[in-house]
């Protein structure tokens, strides 16, 4: 990963360093899901007690976790733009697409909390647990798959209001015009 | 009294400050984000899953969909924890338990508590479709585009895991 970064750094470091021009390979977002793996453990956030631990006020790591991470993240990507960075696998200018607001947010995000309560885990935590060696995790990953599934068959042949899990509105060549956001 | 909660909790080991591991975090998002241009989000691996199995709604391009690279972050997630544990003090083992707090919520049961599990799950599956996203895409990574329908969601998520922890807790007659 401290290739990575290095590499990152040369890329974004603006003129003349050529970025890749080509999408990450696949080992790179997988050597990525590891690290962030690791980062989640070390952070508590594999701890299923400290899901209950937060929300009975008991114990706020988890809160520090997401606030810390926020604002870290808010701070860095912000410094990143006024930057001008370019993605290092892409080339377009790290430009990221806000999810947008849709009409099943708040209801989706009340139920996905309560699902978050019950069973201690979030879709990305859930899958590191279970690789820590947690079974629990791996009724809950079960759980995640169907309801996803189960959305997906209710959802098709619907008009729905587009997910927009789009990333990068420059994940394209920065030669071309951005592609439309659907985000927008 | 926190005692119990804090001896719960102890049994993590080497857990890192929160704010030592937000920043991490914080910092992980940025750089995923700088080198690879996509923005950290995990739900919509399920749906990538769900895709490749047949489910014609998550291939669809419009809706974001048939973006391979998400099942490759979320395969890294299972090896990342196992280094994880083998590199913890206690090292790799099967754990039946899920600690203290929600070993005295949850039904003790197997069957019961893996069906507790498994309904927890699909709320967390539907909930996240419709939300667009879940913990990763909305509360870290999109608090941290400043993005207001993510700090929406994000409140949504609090809410609804402060019902259910706080009904459980109370239904339970679990103790701190």
């Known amino acids: 990963m401290a290739a990575d970064e290095a590499r990152a750094g040369m890329g974004a470091a603006g003129a003349g360093a050529a970025p890749h021009g080509h999408p990450a390979p696949a080992i790179a977002f997988l050597l990525f899901g590891m690290l962030f793996a690791l980062l989640l453990s070390k952070a508590g956030a594999t701890t299923y007690d400290y899901y209950a631990a937060l929300f009975l006020f008991r114990d706020l790591q988890l809160m520090w976790v997401i606030g810390a991470g926020a604002l870290t993240g808010a701070l860095l990507i912000a410094l990143l733009r006024a930057a001008g960075a370019r993605v290092w696998w892409g080339g377009g200018r790290v430009e990221p697409a806000g999810k947008p607001m849709r009409r099943g947010l708040l209801p989706g995000a009340l139920l996905l909390g309560l699902g978050w309560g019950l069973a201690g885990a979030c879709p990305g935590t859930v899958l590191v647990m279970a690789g820590e060696g947690k079974t629990s995790a791996l009724w809950t990953i079960a759980g995640v798959g169907l309801g996803t599934w189960l959305y997906g068959l209710l959802a098709r042949g619907r008009a729905v209001e587009p997910e927009a899990t789009v990333d990068n509105q420059a994940n394209a060549p920065a030669s071309a015009a951005p592609p439309p956001s659907p985000g927008v | ?176």
């Open chain 2, 1 to 176: 009294m926190g005692d119990a909660a804090a001896g719960a909790l102890q049994a993590a080991g080497d857990v890192w400050p929160g704010w030592l591991g937000g920043v991490a975090i914080g910092v992980f998002t940025t750089l995923f984000l700088w080198a690879t241009g996509r923005v950290l989000g995990l739900s919509s691996a399920y749906g990538e899953a769900c895709g490749a199995l047949g489910v014609g709604y998550f291939r669809r391009t419009d809706q974001g969909f048939g973006q391979r690279w998400r099942l490759w972050f979320a395969a890294g997630l299972p090896l990342g924890g196992a280094v994880a544990a083998l590199l913890g003090a206690e090292g790799w083992s099967v754990q039946t338990s899920m600690g203290t707090l929600y070993e005295s919520m949850l039904p003790a049961q197997d069957a019961a508590r893996a069906a507790v599990l498994a309904l927890g799950g699909a709320c967390i599956g539907v909930g996240a479709r419709m939300a667009g996203g879940c913990q990763s895409g909305h509360s870290i990574a999109g608090l941290a585009l400043l993005n207001p329908p993510s700090l929406v969601a994000s409140i949504g998520f609090f809410v609804g895991g402060i019902v259910m922890v706080q009904g459980l807790f109370a239904l339970s007659g679990a103790t701190l």
